[in-house]
């Protein structure tokens, strides 16, 4: 088991930059890959970025990159996602996710284990 917990959403106005956290407790966090979604409200869960077990692969969804950093500290058993530039369209909660199922790591289903979720807002 692992257990996620997200830190660091609040609101922000449009252009402003937010961090989030998410700390890993319970198995060996460098085994997994790490995933953020989010998922707006009425909307479908959607993939925003993951990096891979060891951090030399990341992989970002259109709408986030060149705006959105994820990054992970292994030693510190925390994964982060800086985001910079925030639209209001970037509004949503933000969810941390881990899996040990390599190869897909857009996909959702792959992730066996989820934090609770953080609400980003972001102010027009």
């Known amino acids: 088991q692992v257990q996620l917990v997200e830190f660091g959403g609040g609101l922000v106005q449009a252009g402003g930059s937010l961090r989030l956290s998410c700390e890993a407790s319970?198995?060996?966090?460098?085994?997994?890959?790490m995933g953020w979604f989010r998922q707006a409200p009425g909307k479908e869960r959607e993939f925003v970025t993951s990096?891979?077990?060891?951090?030399?692969?990341?992989y970002y969804a259109d709408s986030v990159k060149g705006r959105f950093t994820i990054s992970r500290d292994n030693a510190k058993n925390t994964a982060y996602l800086q985001m910079n530039s925030l639209k209001p369209e970037d509004t949503a909660v933000y969810y941390c996710?881990?899996?040990?199922?390599?190869?897909?790591?857009?996909?959702?289903?792959?992730?066996?284990?989820w934090g609770q979720g953080t609400q980003v807002t972001v102010s027009s």
């Open positions: 996710a881990a899996t040990t199922i390599f190869g897909a790591p857009t996909r959702d289903s792959v992730y066996e284990y």
């Open positions: 319970g198995r060996t966090f460098s085994r997994f890959d």
């Open positions: 990096i891979t077990f060891s951090g030399d692969r990341t």
